[in-house]
């Protein structure tokens, strides 16, 4: 229930969190993000959440979209077992304006994430 912007705050104290109370609506979860502008992102960055490790999402599709409701999957990772930064290096560079992470799988119903970054140019 955490709010998705405390993604993008700079702050990894903070975070988003699925519902996780009552009804736990399970997989698939996402986070989509509008860059502004056409940007072509070579990397993606995600923080996990340092208390809560356990209830990480595993699984994720980073996915594209020129129009924010047509998505387009792009490349698949799986999240190592460690707290802190995670890079993934996209194999082939995304030319989009949104970009959203597909969380696909993990230990829980519920998950959550403390930032979001990506590496863009114009």
Not at 29 to 40: I, Q, R
Not at 41 to 61: A, C, G, H, P
Not at 74 to 103: H, W
Request: charged residues 20%; contains cysteine.
């Amino acid at each position: 229930n955490g709010a998705p912007e405390k993604t993008i705050d700079g702050d990894a104290s903070t975070y988003w969190h699925t519902q996780h109370i009552g009804e736990m609506p399970g997989y698939p979860h996402w986070l989509a993000y509008d860059m502004k502008k056409t940007v072509t992102v070579s990397v993606v960055e995600l923080t996990s959440r340092s208390d809560q490790k356990q209830n990480d999402f595993t699984d994720f599709t980073i996915q594209q979209s020129i129009d924010g409701s047509n998505w387009i999957d792009c490349e698949s990772f799986k999240l190592a077992d460690v707290v802190g930064v995670q890079t993934f290096n996209l194999q082939n560079p995304i030319k989009t304006r949104y970009i959203r992470v597909y969380m696909t799988a993990g230990p829980n119903l519920y998950t959550h994430l403390s930032e979001f970054s990506v590496g863009f140019y114009d």
